[in-house]
Nanobody, 127 residues
Framework: QVWLVESGGGSVQAGGSLSLSCAAS????????MGWFRQPPGKERELVGS????????FVADSVKGRFTISRDTAKYTVNLQMNNLKPEDTAVYYC????????????????????WGQGTQVTVSS
C-alpha cells in the first residue's frame, strides 16, 4: 500500500505564489519518480512537472515553464511544486503521482504510466 498526501493548495490572486508539497509513505519502490498533474474544471488531467529519483531528470510543461519549479527530498520521500506568477488558467485540482518502476531515469509522461495518486488539492487563481 502506498499513500501520497498533498498539502499547500489554496486561493491566490493572479501574480501570486503557492507551494505544494506531497509526502509519500508505504511500500514505495526503492527508486521512484514523482510528479504533479493538474485537472482544470471540465478538462483532462495533464502533467505539470515530474522528477526522477535522484533529481537528475526533470520535466516541466511548456505552459508553466519559467513559473513553476519541481524539486524533491529523497530522504523525506517528498516532492514539491513551487508556483510563481500564477495565472487564472492555473486554476485546477493538483494531484501528486508516483511510479513503481524502481529506476532512476526519465520519469513517465502519460497519466497511465503512473501508479499511485494523491487525493488532490485545489488551487484557485483569481484575476
Amino acid at each position: 500500500q502506498v499513500w501520497l498526501v498533498e498539502s499547500g493548495g489554496g486561493s491566490v490572486q493572479a501574480g501570486g505564489s503557492l507551494s505544494l508539497s506531497c509526502a509519500a509513505s508505504g511500500n514505495m519502490a526503492s527508486k521512484h519518480a514523482m510528479g504533479w498533474f493538474r485537472q482544470p474544471p471540465g478538462k483532462e488531467r495533464e502533467l505539470v512537472g515530474s522528477i526522477s529519483w535522484s533529481g537528475g531528470s526533470t520535466f516541466v510543461a511548456d505552459s508553466v515553464k519559467g513559473r513553476f519549479t519541481i524539486s524533491r527530498d529523497t530522504a523525506k520521500y517528498t516532492v514539491n511544486l513551487q508556483m510563481n506568477n500564477l495565472k487564472p488558467e492555473d486554476t485546477a485540482v493538483y494531484y501528486c503521482a508516483a511510479d513503481r518502476r524502481d529506476r532512476d531515469d526519465v520519469p513517465p509522461y502519460y497519466r497511465t504510466e503512473w501508479d499511485y495518486w494523491g487525493q488532490g488539492t485545489q488551487v484557485t487563481v483569481s484575476s
